[in-house]
């Protein structure tokens, strides 16, 4: 029997959008890979209004939710909402740490995340953190 497996990259726009979507491509190249079929959105999810709607019709056996960048915790609510299938709760390693603001910030939203879904005392959480970038600025 086929799985269906519904890839969720949520971000909001105020981090750096160019290592957001070099995160987003390569997580999608991974992912199809592993999963040829696997529902994606065309673009990173940076809103809850853009995650609702992409989700709206969506019936998965499985979620990747990735903190491309932070998201707020109801990004999660949203999802954990909707669905009560497995989760695989996935995010990157920081491009670069140099002193200033974090260019992503993606671990501290599945930190949220995950305490969300903890708060919610449900067991079907899977959390992976990439140890390095897939790809930085265009390389492999």
């Given amino acids: 029997m086929k799985q269906t497996i519904l890839y969720l990259p949520i971000g909001v726009p105020t981090f750096d959008l160019e ?13 199809t890979t592993i999963a040829p079929d696997v ?49 695989i709760l996935w995010t990157v390693k920081e491009p670069s740490i140099n002193g200033t603001r974090l260019r992503l910030n993606a671990l501290t939203g599945a930190f949220s995340a995950g305490y969300t879904h903890k708060s919610r005392d449900r067991k079907t959480l899977l959390s992976l953190q990439e140890t390095r970038m897939i790809r930085q600025s265009g390389q492999n």
């Fill in 19 to 31: 290592a957001a979507n070099n995160v987003f491509e390569s997580s999608k190249d991974v992912l």
């Fill in 39 to 87: 529902l994606s959105p065309k673009d990173i999810l940076l809103s809850p209004d853009d995650l609702k709607t992409f989700i709206s019709d969506k019936n998965p056996d499985l979620i990747v939710l990735q903190n491309v960048t932070f998201a707020p915790s109801n990004y999660a609510e949203i999802v954990f909402e909707s669905f009560q299938c497995p989760m």
